[in-house]
């Protein structure tokens, strides 16, 4: 098991669908990314927030839609979606910059089928 | 500048063998390099990692060499095992503000026969 949660493990949506994606961390970490993984492809970074606040948007399509309520969650709200935003959906943090070497942890990821 | 050159696309070794994943950058501003190991179903996890002032690091049956003068990187994974199959992505980090960024190779999926 990751200290990084992540749910639910799988959704199912329809194109006009509204759904969110959750992810908890409670190793204190200040720093929490979104990204999207495609079969048999490297994760592909969304969003990161740090301290709370969005700090980069990889020019995702606003039908994607992050929010961090306080430093230990993370939510990713979901809005008429398209088939091809089918993928693996991956919730990383790591530490403070201070902290040398901060690696990503990762979630296990949603996998979301959109129909 | 940001890529991460990773190779080979996939590797099949017999139990017993040495598994070997070559990976090699271009950003000298890349400042840590850490090796992912993903199952399917899973989240990548943190499998080992190097700084560029280290030539090389072992963990067990795992070890990253490091060039820094060539900017190259490999992990080696001695006695394989049928549970060491996965996929493997190398990635290498750097600070953004107070988060990281990183830039992952584009993986490697290992097969070890038993």
């Known amino acids: 098991d990751t200290e990084v949660t992540q749910t639910p493990k799988h959704l199912v949506m329809g194109m006009t669908n509204k759904k969110s994606l959750k992810c908890e961390q409670h190793?204190?970490?200040?720093?929490m990314y979104w990204y999207k993984q495609k079969a048999k492809k490297p994760p592909e970074l969304m969003f990161v927030?740090?301290?709370?606040?969005?700090?980069i948007n990889e020019s995702v399509p606003s039908r994607f839609s992050p929010e961090c309520p306080n430093s230990s969650l993370l939510n990713l709200h979901l809005h008429a979606l398209q088939p091809e935003d089918s993928a693996l959906y991956l919730c990383?943090?790591?530490?403070?910059?201070?902290?040398?070497?901060?690696?990503?942890?990762f979630g296990n990821g949603t996998r979301l089928t959109v129909t | 500048q940001q890529q991460v050159k990773q190779s080979p696309q996939s590797l099949i070794v017999q139990k017993g063998g040495i598994s070997i994943i070559n990976c090699a950058y271009e950003?000298?501003?890349?400042?840590?390099f850490p090796w992912y190991q993903q199952f399917p179903g899973k989240g990548p996890a943190l499998l080992i990692a190097?700084?560029?002032?280290?030539s090389e690091k072992k963990e067990g049956r795992f070890t990253i060499s490091f060039n820094k003068s060539a900017k190259q990187f490999s992990l080696h994974i001695m006695d394989s095992q049928p549970g060491d199959s996965a996929t493997y992505f190398c990635?290498?980090?750097?600070?953004?503000?107070?988060?990281?960024?990183?830039?992952f190779g584009s993986g490697t999926q290992l097969t070890v026969l038993p």
């Open positions: 990383a943090s790591s530490a403070p910059l201070s902290s040398y070497n901060s690696p990503l942890h």
């Open positions: 190793m204190g970490h200040r720093a």
């Open positions: 927030y740090s301290y709370e606040k969005l700090s």
């Open positions: 950003n000298t501003a890349f400042d840590y």
């Open positions: 190097i700084r560029p002032d280290v």
């Open positions: 990635a290498a980090s750097r600070g953004w503000g107070s988060a990281r960024q990183l830039t």
